[in-house]
Each structure stands twice: as structure tokens, then as C-alpha cells.
């Protein structure tokens, strides 16, 4: 059968250009244009890459059509219902779920790596008690690439990768706790090796010296199945960026701080303490409309927070099992956030009936719900992009290491010039500046 090719046509010149076209296991085929500026001397243009795929992988698979998220080929909501975090960690790692015994090991491996050196505890009394919570886990984890130097662990071998995967997946939990208790003024409660990945993150969050914590088993399956809605998504912003990161060689652990940076941004992870903050503003549900009006007023930088999405144009999978876990946890723990809840499915129920919405294919994605979980369990708005942090750190460093296993390339994209073209140097006494320099030195 004949290879399957993309011709290009050069109107300017007539010129002729075939690129082979690769199939996937499922999804769109992709053309692969690694020499389109060899053949064309053109660059291919596409800002935010809404079409293009920037590496192949077998990690996670998204149909944006219908609504689709499939790791290592299990649906996500079969993978809610029926598995935990530690089999999602496993799988999206290994490639396929453990049977009992490395299940165990797996588990054994994460629970003896789950404190921090000490010496970590310093780094937090640098911080203002009132930083950003995502402020501090940026530098923590950043940190944790000294305790983890290159000149001790050789990250291009096996051993040196699972190092630096099993401490990672093991300590962002701590950390992500200590953060917490930080912004508190409490002390730091260390992780205890009898209890559960989940159960120990809401030990760590939530106990105090004085008494410890015992979360509800609705509590700790609500958590379970956040992290495991929230582990890992394909190429998006975070996890390009810590491939990008990794793709020069650096320190994984600095790789990962670089994805928290990327996903603390309100259009990406920073959009579940979005949604409550809007929540909040809207009130009532007699304030809809008027909010809606404003998401659609193209001069109006107002966001419907939690809604739309680069790639579901159907709806996110995942919001519709957080909605299920959301309302089931709200019988189960807390009352409180009823309300906040009945004005979430209002808000959701109206949008999804709105021309523009509908048009725009807008529908709640993952952080719709995720925050009124969150505050369910207790956790501060300043500390839900932290947990999608957590949870998102083996989707990081599964691509990571997928991407170190096979093309090492440095990524290095290129661009469109539009600047100035060459011009003579003009000395300072001839020169007259158009515009005066915005900042003043005492601004
Ligand atoms: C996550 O990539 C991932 O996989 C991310 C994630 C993951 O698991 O890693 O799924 C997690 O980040 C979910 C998204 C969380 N962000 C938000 O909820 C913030 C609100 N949403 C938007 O900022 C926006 O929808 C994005 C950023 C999510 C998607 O942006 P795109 O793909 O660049 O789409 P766009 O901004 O070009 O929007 C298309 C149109 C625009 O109108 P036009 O310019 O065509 O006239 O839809 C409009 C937008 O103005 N639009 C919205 C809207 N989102 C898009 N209008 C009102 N409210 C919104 N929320």
C-alpha cells in the first residue's frame, strides 16, 4: 500500500512539497513537518499550538469531539469508579496497572520517602506568612533540586530517573502540606507511614500538635478521586513545560518547579480558585445573567471561570464525575457549601442552554467543580491549585520520563520576525525617544 503523504502547494511558485502522514493508535493522524523549513524555508506558524502535536506518546489519549480521556487506554471514569491514586500513579508510569504484589512494593517505596530533609524546613521561613501558597511551591520544589544534585544522581539512567520519580510523587504531599501549615503559623505534622497517599495528605493538612486528625472515609475518596481527575492531561500548558525544561537536561526536580509555575495561572490550574472567587462575586442566582452577559461581552476581560476548554469541545469528562463527587460529598461531610453548590449547577445548567455557550462549545471543564470540593474539605481557595499541583506531579514526570526514554531533542521552537530590520547605531545625543519610559524609580 502506498505511504500515506500531505502535498503543499507554493502558489508563488508552483512548488510542490510531500510530508508523510503518521498514524496514531487513536485520534487524528498527524503530518509530520520536522522538515518543512528544510524543504520550504518557511517556519510553520501556529501560535498556542492549537494544531500542533508536539511529541508522540503512549501516556494519555483526549478526544476533544466526544469528550474522551483514556490513560494507558482505561476511560478516567472507570478509572474514578474502580481504581485509586496509587494504581493511577502506577499505570501512567509503568504502563499498566500493578497486580497485588508490585502494587505493594509501589506503595511501600512512596510511604519511606514522604519526609523531607530538615534542613527544607528553613526554606519556608524565607516566605511572608502571606505568600501565595503556588509562590512557595514553586521555590520548595525548585529547593529540592539541591538535596538531589546531578553529581550524586545521574537522571539519564533507570535508577537515577526512579529516584527522582518516587521522591517527587512522595514528597509533594509534605511539601504541598507544609505550605499549608505555613501560611497558618502551625507547625509542621510529619506524614505517618500507617496511613493511606490520600489520608496522609489531609493528616499533614489538617492535624496540629494538639490533636490529631481523622478525616471521613467520604473525605478521603473525595480526595482519592480528585487526584486521580487531576493527574494527568496530555501536552497541556504545565506538562509542555516541564518537558521543555527536561528537554535541556536539567534537574528534573527544578523541571517540576517550572510546571507549578506554568500551572498556577488562572487559564490554566489557577482556574479552580477562579471559580469559587467567582462564585462568591455572582451570589446569588438571580446575578446569573448579568454575569453571563459580561462572559460574552468580547470588551469585557470577564471569564466564565471553570468553563471552556483548548481541547473538550463536547465537555470534560472529568467534570462530570467531580460533579458526582461533589454533591455526594456534600451529603456526606458538610453542609456549608450547599449553596455554593446549588449556585455552581445553576450557573452550569444556564450556560449550557446559552446560544454563545453552546457556539463557542463552552462546558464546565475540570476546575468547575474542584474547588467546591476543595472548600468541602476544609482548604482555603489559596490552596486548590496547590492540590491540582499535587495530584498533577505524576503527569508530569510519567511525560518527563517518557520524553527522556526517547526523542532527547532540545525543544527550540523558532518564530515570526516582525521587528526592525537592520539599522546604524545612532549615538545618545542624537537620539529622540518617542515615548518616556513607563516606570518611575520610586514607583
Ligand atoms: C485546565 O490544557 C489542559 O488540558 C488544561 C487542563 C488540564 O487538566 O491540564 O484541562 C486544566 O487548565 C482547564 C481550563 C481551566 N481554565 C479556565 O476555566 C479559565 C476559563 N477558560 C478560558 O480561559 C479558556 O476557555 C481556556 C484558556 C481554557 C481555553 O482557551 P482557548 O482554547 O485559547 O480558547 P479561547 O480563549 O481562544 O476561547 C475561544 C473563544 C474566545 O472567543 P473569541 O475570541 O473566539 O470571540 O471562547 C471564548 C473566548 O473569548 N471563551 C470564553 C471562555 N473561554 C473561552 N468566554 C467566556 N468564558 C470563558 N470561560
Known amino acids: 500500500m502506498s505511504k500515506k503523504t500531505l502535498t503543499i502547494t507554493d502558489n508563488r511558485n508552483g512548488n510542490l512539497y510531500e510530508f508523510d502522514i503518521k498514524k496514531g493508535s487513536c485520534g487524528p493522524d498527524v503530518a509530520d513537518l520536522t522538515s518543512f523549513y528544510e524543504k520550504t524555508g518557511m517556519f510553520v506558524y501556529d501560535p498556542g499550538f492549537k494544531s500542533t502535536a508536539s ?46 504484589k508490585n502494587k505493594e512494593k509501589f506503595i511501600n517505596i512512596l510511604t519511606h520517602h514522604t519526609m523531607l ?56 504531599p509534605t511539601m504541598a502540606a507544609m505550605a499549608y501549615k505555613y501560611s497558618l503559623g502551625q507547625p509542621f505534622i510529619y506524614p505517618k507511614n500507617n496511613l493511606s497517599y490520600s489520608e496522609n495528605f489531609l493528616h499533614m493538612l489538617f492535624s496540629t500538635p494538639c490533636g490529631e486528625y481523622k478525616p471521613s472515609k467520604a473525605s478521603i475518596d473525595a480526595l482519592d478521586k480528585l487526584l486521580i481527575l487531576h493527574a494527568d492531561h496530555e501536552q497541556n500548558a504545565s506538562t509542555s513545560t516541564v518537558k521543555i525544561a527536561g528537554s535541556s537536561g536539567a534537574n528534573p526536580f527544578a523541571c517540576v518547579a517550572a510546571g507549578v509555575a506554568s500551572l498556577w495561572g488562572p487559564a490554566h490550574g489557577g482556574a479552580n480558585e477562579s471559580v469559587i472567587r467567582m462564585l462568591n462575586i455572582i451570589e446569588h442566582e438571580q446575578h446569573i445573567n ?10 469585557d476581560p470577564f471569564r466564565l471561570m471553570g468553563f471552556g ?54 462546558y464546565p471543564n475540570v476546575d468547575f467543580y ?49 521587528g526592525k530590520k537592520t539599522r546604524k547605531f545612532v549615538k545618545i545625543n542624537d537620539r529622540k525617544s518617542k515615548h518616556e519610559l513607563f516606570l518611575d524609580y520610586n514607583q
Open 55 to 100: 511529541c508522540s506518546s503512549e501516556i494519555t489519549f483526549i478526544d476533544g469531539e466526544k469528550g474522551v480521556l483514556l490513560h494507558r487506554g482505561y476511560e478516567i471514569e472507570e478509572l474514578a469508579e474502580k481504581s485509586d491514586y496509587y494504581e493511577v500513579c502506577y499505570l501512567l508510569l509503568n504502563g499498566d496497572l500493578p497486580d497485588n
Open 117 to 172: 530533609h530538615e534542613q527544607i524546613q528553613r526554606f519556608y521561613s524565607g516566605f511572608r506568612r502571606d505568600s501565595h501558597p503556588m509562590a512557595v511551591m514553586v521555590g520548595i520544589v525548585g529547593a529540592l533540586s539541591s538535596f538531589y544534585p546531578e553529581k550524586t544522581y545521574d537522571f539519564s539512567s533507570e535508577k537515577g530517573k526512579w529516584v527522582a520519580v518516587s521522591r517527587l510523587l512522595a514528597k509533594i
Open 370 to 418: 474542584s474547588g467546591i470540593i476543595l472548600k468541602a474539605l476544609g482548604l482555603p481557595e489559596s490552596m486548590f491549585t496547590v492540590i491540582f499541583a499535587v495530584a498533577r506531579t505524576v503527569g508530569w514526570i510519567s511525560q518527563w520520563k517518557e520524553m527522556t526514554e526517547s526523542d532527547n531533542r532540545i525543544s527550540r521552537p523558532r518564530q515570526l520576525y516582525n
Open 309 to 362: 476548554h483548548r481541547v473538550y469541545k463536547s465537555h470534560d469528562p472529568r467534570a462530570n464525575v467531580l460533579r458526582k463527587y461533589c454533591h455526594n460529598l456534600l451529603k456526606e461531610v458538610d453542609n456549608f457549601n450547599v449553596p455554593l453548590f446549588k449556585l455552581a449547577t445553576k450557573l452550569e445548567e444556564i450556560a449550557l442552554n446559552d446560544d454563545y455557550f453552546i457556539k463557542k462549545q463552552l
Open 290 to 299: 448579568k454575569f453571563l452577559k459580561k462572559a460574552k461581552d468580547p470588551s
